[in-house]
């Protein structure tokens, strides 16, 4: 059967292709000493590869001008300074002379520990720059052992590019043409390979971590960067589909890109706004060029996983502020930590529950969690006077669940007024409708809140209670399903009795065919994964609001998903 692996988009876009894994071609790790009469000899060696990687360097800077743009190119020159650094270089000196070790010991413990001490910094920023130090010594290790700069060229021309990190030296000798996508294990998305993928336009995903080990050499394989999704050996009638859907992607992506700068509007001039949902601040670029008018979901739980310790209140400033100031005066919604549930993290001790979607997750857990619940608001709150900041909780099912996520907020602004930091004077405050509960209670959350999103990835697996990741239960997982549309409708009724705005993030919103049904609902905004935008611009742009509201009439009369689809499939 296909499997499924979950990823952070980094290059929005789908790929499909044969998978081509890529091996590190590093020596292994090993202490290798020499004896004091052949200090001499390993100085020179160490010297005659700095100089050779500097010329490597060169190449593939002037390389990168060609492909990717100057700025791009400027990456490498930041490296070819790295290589040179005199502390760099007095530091591998050191080792070869002071400790005896032999030039390749002495040049990857030199480079290593530079890196090392570059991530302790808790910067996004500086964790990206520790990759550079890596691919500096990874230039210099190879120059010194001899073996030629691993050239990931050993692909056809529909490969998936499976690997575990990618330098950007390797991103660089990429063609888009042959390599569909790239699937990383690790990678952070403020990398130097990240920006060059994204200046190439290869669709990416990163951090997929040890379940990137699934994928075989040779597996057809299909990477959606839309939603951050990979499908490994599809079945024939998946295949098939996903086959279909790579072709219209390609043929579409033409065709909506002249879209960009209209705005959501129906043909009778009702105001549909269409937002981005992002996972780390440097996506926001991504929602801008898709013509975004702001972010709807920006998940921010990408920052707290895949790390031994939770990310300091100052490095979580970093990102919010960047995310805000990149969309300003646009709104940011930035939903509160959700993990739990499918999404783990080491250094919290959560209890290990039988059925995990129903248990500490999400709000649930940043009430227990206070201390972390706290930091983040901190950071989201001293962030607030660089942007239009909305904060969102998630998985709120009872309204006490909302009074105490408000009062602790409340409480941490006090603090940070009275510890001097300024905080934006009016910060809208949204639920997540994310299960039934707070669907049908909608009439009563409305009036303690300042808007709704409504999460369907999971209030469709709560109110069908089918669990979203579940292979077998895929007719219980649609979110045209009559009972959710109901949800749907009733929650954006009480919101508006109520004065309040109700939007959409979870993956319906992007649906073109579910987008006339909802605008006929009345629903304000959709936010979606930003390459879904453009097209969602043109069925909206398409649509009459009036005669979308009789199709919402029409099929609140039909009883099955179904039924439901094909009606609005024809009425396309
Ligand atoms: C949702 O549940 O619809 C949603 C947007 O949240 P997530 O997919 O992150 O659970
Ligand atoms: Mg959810």
């Known amino acids: 059967m296909a499997q499924r692996l979950k990823g952070i988009p980094v290059m929005p876009g789908l790929g499909l292709g044969y998978a081509v894994i890529l091996k590190s071609t590093l020596p292994p790790e090993i202490d290798e000493r020499i004896l004091p009469g052949d200090v001499g000899e390993e100085l020179k060696k160490f010297q005659d590869a700095v100089n050779q990687a500097c010329r490597s360097l060169e190449q593939i800077r002037d390389e990168a001008a060609k492909k990717a743009g100057d700025q791009e190119a400027a990456i490498f020159e930041a490296q070819l300074l790295m290589l040179q650094d005199p502390s760099l270089l007095d530091l591998v000196e050191q080792k070869i002379r002071r400790d005896l070790f032999g030039a390749i010991s002495a040049s990857r413990q030199a480079c290593e520990e530079n890196a090392a001490m570059l991530s302790s910094l808790e ?43 990618l330098a950007p030296s390797d991103v660089i000798s990429l063609d888009p043409e042959k390599v569909r996508a790239v699937v990383l294990a690790q990678g952070g998305t403020t990398s130097h390979a990240a920006i060059l993928l994204k200046a190439i336009g290869i669709p990416t995903l990163m951090g997929i971590g040890v379940g990137l080990e699934r994928i075989g050499s040779g597996d057809l394989v299909f990477v959606d960067a839309n939603i951050g999704e990979v499908t490994i050996n599809p079945d024939d009638q998946t295949e098939m589909e996903l086959k279909a859907r790579f072709r219209a992607f390609k043929e579409e992506k033409q065709v909506l890109a002249a879209l960009k700068d209209l705005p959501g509007e129906t043909l009778d001039g009702i105001k549909v706004e269409l937002l981005g949902n992002i996972g780390s601040a440097e996506e926001a670029k991504f929602a801008l060029d898709a013509g975004a008018e702001g972010i709807g979901l920006f998940r921010t739980e990408f920052l707290f996983i895949n790390r031994q310790a939770a990310p300091s209140e100052d490095a979580q400033l970093a990102v919010y502020k960047q995310a805000l100031s990149a ?116 009439h009563f959350l409305a009036q303690e809140c300042d808007f709704f999103s409504i999460g369907t990835n999971d209030l469709v697996q709560y109110t069908n209670a089918a669990d979203r990741g579940s292979q077998a239960l895929t007719y219980l ?31 319906m919103a992007g649906i073109p065919e579910a987008i006339p049904l909802l605008v006929g609902m009345g629903m304000d905004e959709f936010s979606m994964a930003p390459a879904l935008l453009p097209k969602a611009k043109s069925v909206v742009r398409n649509l009459d609001a009036k005669k979308a509201a009789l199709l919402w009439q029409e099929v609140k009369q039909l009883k099955t998903a179904q039924e439901i689809r094909d009606y609005l499939q024809a009425s396309l």
Do not use: W
């Open 123 to 165: 910067d996004p920023y500086f964790a990206a720059r520790a990759r550079d130090v890596l691919d500096v010594r990874d230039h210099l290790l190879r120059c010194l052992m001899g073996t030629p700069l691993q050239k990931p060229g050993d692909y056809s021309d529909r490969s998936v590019l499976v690997a575990d990190d």
């Open 327 to 442: 969309m300003a005066p646009h709104p940011v919604t930035i939903r509160t930590l959700d993990v739990g549930g499918d999404k783990p993290i080491p250094y919290l001790t959560l209890v290990e529950e039988i059925n995990p979607f129903l248990g500490v997750r999400a709000i649930r857990l940043c009430l227990q969690e206070q201390a972390l619940f706290r930091t983040q608001l901190r950071a989201l709150l001293r962030a607030s006077v660089y942007g239009n900041l909305q904060i969102m909780f998630p998985m709120i099912a009872v309204i006490e669940e909302l009074r105490q996520a408000k009062e602790i907020l409340h409480s941490v602004k006090e603090e940070l007024r009275a510890e001097g930091f300024k905080v934006a004077e009016a910060i809208p405050v949204g639920v997540m409708i994310e299960t039934p509960a707070a669907a049908v209670s909608a």
């Open 477 to 507: 997982q649609d979110p045209l399903s009559p009972s959710v549309l109901r949800l749907i409708g009733q929650t954006i009724t009480q919101g508006h009795k109520h004065g309040i705005k109700v939007g959409m993030c979870g993956e």
